[in-house]
């Protein structure tokens, strides 16, 4: 196991990162990514972090586009955060929405490729389905970080992809899977 503050890989010329911390404190960040719930309200975990800094004004905005599939990615503004936008996917609930890693590549292909639409070249995502929605982490590491791999060298705008893990544990995870590639 490596024990990283941050570990960084280019790939297709983009810096793709992992680092612990708080998604919502990301503030070199132009976008993050918020594991969302179909209506796009506040929730537990990332959902909640998200929301509670953002302030209500993300609720509302979510609502105009809820609900979303699974796999699916909307963008709203960031309101009350220190970054521009805010992505949302809608990741799988591991053991129920099937094809899970399926489903769990389509959160970050649809997020990356939206982004690089709006231009945007930095972004944060979180570990999308592991927490509440049961997804092992290692499996989602190996998956989403595949998915950033394969998506990256179509985009145009994108220079810094960043996982932002909340604990030491899953940063090791995430960091195993990015020297991996």
Request: net charge negative; aromatic share 6%; glycine share 8%.
């Amino acid at each position: 196991m490596i024990n990283p503050d941050k570990i960084q890989k280019q790939i297709a010329g983009v810096t793709v990162e992992c680092v612990q911390g708080d998604i919502a404190s990301q503030d070199d960040m132009q976008a993050v990514v918020n594991a969302a719930n179909k209506h796009l309200a506040p929730g537990g975990g990332v959902a909640g972090a998200l929301h509670r800094a953002a302030g209500p004004k993300l609720a509302k905005a979510g609502r105009t586009f809820a609900p979303i599939a699974v796999g699916e990615c909307v963008i709203t503004p960031a309101f009350n955060l220190p970054n521009e936008y805010v992505l949302h996917c809608l990741g799988p609930r591991y053991g129920i929405n099937e094809p899970a890693d399926q489903l769990l590549a389509d959160c970050f292909d649809n997020a990356l490729r939206l982004a690089d639409e709006h231009e945007i070249t930095s972004l944060a995502f979180p570990a999308i389905s592991t927490g509440a929605f049961g997804y092992p982490t290692e499996e989602a590491a190996t998956v989403s970080l595949q998915q950033v791999a394969a998506t990256l060298p179509e985009l145009q705008h994108i220079e810094t992809v960043r996982f932002v893990l909340y604990t030491q544990a899953d940063l090791e995870i995430y960091a195993n899977a990015l020297v991996a590639l």
